[in-house]
């Protein structure tokens, strides 16, 4: 759609200086980049005489400290909102001076109590109740026998397989050889998605 520039003499000088863009082109180049920073689509808002145009461009941190209610009811809506928020903390961390606890905090400050409560009913209802202290005690990695003693159940392959596995599948805890799962040090630790879930139900340490 032809436009007509209010002054067409600026226009034309903007345009040369590559600073703006003419027939529409420049949605799409937002839009694309945008989407490649990983950041919401942008907002265009105008009315039907075109009497003002309003461009909202969201950047990526404020994605995370905008999150104020309950963003999961389940444990799939809870396993991707701690696999956004991991993403999230992960661009944050590369490209700002900022300690990973410090994007923690910050990421898992607007979120409530209710959501805490939310979290472990979750957990306890669709998983098992050891999940959090398997959480808890992963401080450091440990071995399987170590994990599995602190929640009082034996050092068995079926344990593994009920208490471990599906954590391991969910991306929460994850093991330090994942090549070798039968080696003689293997050990367990939590994931990022794991810490971020820790602290969201004990609180930033």
Not at 7 to 36: C, Q, S, V, W, Y
Request: aromatic share 6%; charged share 30%; glycine share 4%.
């Amino acid at each position: 759609m032809a436009r007509d520039y209010r002054n067409r003499r600026i226009g034309d000088l903007l345009k040369e200086l590559h600073l703006t863009e003419g027939r529409g082109t420049g949605f799409p180049t937002i839009r694309n980049a945008m989407k490649e920073n990983n950041s919401p689509d942008p907002v265009f808002e105008t009315d039907e005489q075109s009497t003002y145009f309003l461009s909202v461009l969201q950047a990526k941190e404020q994605i995370i400290i905008a999150i104020e209610n309950v963003p999961f009811n389940n444990l799939e809506e809870l396993s991707y909102f701690l696999n956004k928020l991991s993403d999230q903390v992960n661009d944050q961390d590369k490209t700002s001076d900022s300690k990973e606890s410090e994007v923690l905090k910050n990421a898992l400050s607007r979120l409530n109590d209710q959501a805490s409560d939310q979290a472990v009913q979750i957990i306890e209802s669709q998983l098992n109740d050891k999940v959090l202290a398997i959480l808890n005690v992963l401080e450091e990695p440990k071995k399987r026998v170590e994990i599995l003693e602190h929640i009082g159940l034996r050092n068995h392959s079926d344990n593994r397989e009920k208490y471990l596995d599906p954590l391991v599948k969910l991306g929460w805890i994850e093991m330090t050889i994942p090549e070798k799962p039968t080696h003689k040090d293997q050990k367990y630790k939590r994931t990022i998605q794991g810490e971020i879930l820790y602290n969201l139900i004990f609180g930033i340490k």
